[in-house]
């Protein structure tokens, strides 16, 4: 933010690119011609059930198809060119982005609540992460941030609105760093 003046700064540290978003994976099972079932489910203890699905036949038991994820958590990394592209459903755009709220309302109130702003101003994000080569996220697909972040204040009545005549620049940065416990994310404010 050339030729403007900080004048605040939020750090939340342990900052994740990641979102749970649920619980535990289901179980996918095998289905009766649809894929080819592995030699060690081929034999006398695994059958196909009425609704066409492989289950083992001495614990009753669906076969599962993804035995490496079923039961885990499922993280989706926050990259807004899946939104962009629509490779996320509108109902699960809807959910991340109320995921994205909670998460950055409890810094933003804590910090925020009573801070007097300018009538405009600039925000600038800075993010501090490991570099994954080729899995790095690109900086304009991180815009996804700049609208929770600036829809999150807008809601907790932070800020009046977020529109131009309020938030009139926005920009961001990516710097790497080699440690884990330097994660972080940075929100500046610039009058």
Known sequence: MIGRNKIHEIVINEFSQYIKISESRRVKPFLKGKRKIPKKYQNENFE???????????????????????????????????????????????????????????????????????????????????????????????WIYEKVIQDTMTQLNIIKDDNPYVIDENCKKTVFVEDQKDVKLIIEFYE
């Open 48 to 142: 196909f059930d009425s609704k066409g699905r492989l289950i083992n036949l001495k614990n009753g038991t669906v076969v599962p198809s993804n035995p490496m994820v079923c039961g885990k958590p499922r993280y989706w990394k926050i990259n807004g060119q899946d939104i962009y592209n629509q490779k996320i459903k509108f109902t699960d755009r809807a959910k991340i982005v109320g995921l994205l709220h909670e998460y950055f309302s409890k810094p933003l109130l804590a910090e925020l609540k009573d801070f007097q702003f300018p009538e405009r101003m600039g925000i600038r994000i800075i993010f501090h992460i490991l570099d994954e080569g080729k899995n790095n996220i690109d900086n304009d697909n991180k």
